[in-house]
């Protein structure tokens, strides 16, 4: 067997370190070779560490609104976490929302869908002039309102897409608004979006800005759509959209804050589109770009002069699917808002499959069962239990996307 030569021990530790240190820098030359062209790691930089201790004094458990709204989302985006927007169609998916939020000491944004809002009214409803949409959103607010504070974090209370075509359904939510703050100081939402995407840039940008102006007056904060984001979400179907839409361009997002910037007492947020999919694909489908982000900001303040390196409110469409990567690299560029609908969805049947596969030979009939024929199965089919197990999953996955935006214990 080879062995060092026992005589001559400084020189043999000599050639071991010299054979080491070529390893060393072989190593090191594959590492920056492989690694030349990747996104730069930012998980680091992200983590339940940077989160202050405290929210601004401005914010308090329950629904906020106006400066409240404003400093949570500074705080958010300072913070570097971003805050789960959830779409919902019953007071048990609500639920669902504030525990998950309640348990990893979360803000969340619960949101309605003008669809969402029908079903919430109810499907026989009368929905002439989006009667029953308008009528569904009031009272599913009205509902929060009422429990948000019982369960001790911040809620943000949002309306999702409205393209041009349902502008009635969303100044019906206007009226609701300012009705609301002329009782009680405040509106009933905390914000609202409009999706003027599919419209050419420049009315897309007159339209949002003629309903900022009416907004700030009542405190609202409007949240507008540069790009498209693609496939189908409740109602809004972009699955044959030109793929180039997905993409926005840095210039168009100056465009926006610089109308929308000029409004008194504005205050607004940018969904722009970053190769961004509604729904779940297989790996690979969707090539999602938070670099369009970063330049963004850093176009507009090299523009504008702004002392922040983040002047824009971001939001992320269609995170469902998306890797922790994309969604921490897209937190960095100033994201303070992630739609979650797809995977909330699939939860919360998950926990009604969940428990109908538990309990299925209790399920077949209101009597009999495996333990005895004539045995009632009351306190199984009862409602509330497959739909406590849907909210049980529900929370559960929420936990795991509050993880992800880092967002845990940023409330006290």
């Not at 062209?37 to 983590?47: A, E, G, K, Q, Y």
């Not at 995407?197 to 309903?211: F, G, Q, T, V």
């Not at 984001?229 to 809004?236: A, H, K, P």
């Not at 049947?349 to 005895?372: C, K, M, T, V």
Request: with cysteine; charged share 20%; proline share 5%.
């Amino acid at each position: 067997r080879a062995s060092l030569p026992a005589r001559h021990p400084v020189k043999a530790w000599l050639v071991m370190l010299k054979i080491l240190l070529s390893l060393a820098l072989f190593a090191s030359a594959e590492g920056m070779h492989s690694t030349a062209f990747r996104r730069p790691v930012v998980t680091s930089s992200i983590s339940a560490s940077t989160v202050a201790a405290s929210l601004p004094t401005t914010v308090k458990p329950g629904v906020v609104t106006g400066k409240a709204l404003f400093d949570l989302l500074e705080h958010a985006k300072a913070n570097k976490y971003a805050i789960p927007a959830i779409n919902v169609v019953s007071t048990s998916a609500i639920s669902a929302c504030l525990e998950a939020a309640k348990i990893n000491k979360s803000p969340v944004i619960i949101q309605f869908s003008r669809g969402g809002g029908q079903f919430i009214a109810g499907k026989a409803a009368d929905n002439k002039n989006d009667a029953a949409a308008i009528a569904g959103c009031v009272a599913a607010a009205l509902h929060v309102r009422t429990v948000a504070a019982l369960y001790g974090v911040p809620v943000i209370l949002h309306t999702d897409h409205c393209m041009k075509s349902w502008l009635g359904w969303f100044d019906g939510l206007l009226d609701a608004n300012e009705a609301y703050f002329k009782a009680h100081g405040e509106p009933l939402f905390s914000s609202h979006m409009l999706d003027l995407s599919e419209e050419p840039l420049e009315e897309n940008i007159a339209i949002c800005k003629k309903y900022l102006e009416r907004m700030a007056k009542s405190n609202l904060l409007l949240e507008v759509e540069l790009g498209v984001t693609g496939g189908e979400e409740d109602g809004v179907d972009n699955t044959e959209i030109d793929n180039s839409l997905l993409y926005t361009q840095p210039s168009e997002v100056y465009e926006v804050y610089k109308a929308l910037g000029s409004v008194p007492n504005g205050m607004f947020t940018v969904a722009a589109a970053f190769g961004n999919v509604h729904g779940v694909y297989a790996p690979g489908n969707v090539k999602l770009t938070p670099e369009i982000l970063h330049n963004s900001q850093k176009f507009i303040k090299e523009q504008t002069g702004s002392k922040s390196d983040k002047p824009v409110f971001f939001v992320f469409h269609g995170g469902s699917g998306s890797s922790t990567e994309d969604i921490r690299y897209a937190i960095e560029a100033g994201v303070i808002k992630m739609n979650i609908d797809t995977d909330t969805q699939w939860s919360y049947w998950d926990g009604i499959r969940s428990y109908e596969a538990e309990f299925h030979p209790y399920l077949q009939g209101q009597i009999g069962n495996p333990e005895s024929p004539i045995k009632p199965n009351k306190k199984y089919y009862d409602p509330r239990m497959p739909m406590r197990r849907a909210e049980e999953f529900t929370a559960k996955r929420l936990s795991e996307a509050m993880d992800d935006l880092n967002s845990k214990n940023s409330v006290p």
